[in-house]
């Protein structure tokens, strides 16, 4: 019984983060939140081993990373839009900003959608977010350069035309 209340403890301390990054990794809110009940299943029953290990949340983060990439490959590649392509975008505020980047990320391939919300929502260094992922630095590197070059194109597209004033 001792194993279960430590469990519970640390899903009820950290529920509201990890469905953050459920979410963020899915790209959607009803699917975060499956993902994340399927990965504390599965946290659940090897829990003794993660908490034998010590920290039991680099090993919950992995378990969200494999379970929304392999979820995301067996799906369609499409990418579904709220507003057809053909269509101009508002200007955005600030507080507007925040949805057009979820959009944004919601372009970008998994491993590279994974990459940036492990690097920059959860504050995770480059060899942290490789052993999340299961693959190397480099990776890492490489995958995050071109989401980043994606993530610039895709909200400069958002963005009015400046006006340059020549003296």
């Not at 279960?4 to 459920?22: C, K, P, S």
């Not at 504390?40 to 081993?49: C, D």
């Not at 900003?97 to 919601?106: F, V």
């Amino acid at each position: 019984m001792a194993r279960d209340a430590e469990y519970v403890a640390f899903v009820e301390a950290n529920w509201e983060r990890y469905l953050r990054l459920a979410r963020l990794l899915s790209g959607d809110r009803h699917r975060g939140e499956e993902l994340l009940q399927d990965c504390l299943v599965r946290l659940y029953v090897r829990w003794a081993g993660a908490a034998v290990k010590g920290d039991p949340h680099p090993y919950l983060r992995r378990i969200l990373v494999n379970a929304n990439i392999s979820w995301w490959r067996g799906r369609r590649r499409e990418y579904l839009v709220e507003t057809p392509p053909d269509q101009t975008q508002p200007e955005t505020t600030g507080d507007e900003y925040r949805e057009d980047l979820r959009r944004a990320l919601l372009q970008l391939p998994a491993r590279q959608r994974a990459v940036v919300v492990l690097r920059y929502y959860e504050d995770l260094t480059e060899r942290e977010t490789a052993a999340a992922m299961g693959c190397t630095v480099g990776t890492v590197k490489s995958q995050n350069a071109r989401a980043l070059r994606r993530l610039r194109e895709l909200l400069d597209a958002h963005e009015p035309p400046r006006k340059v004033f020549l003296r």
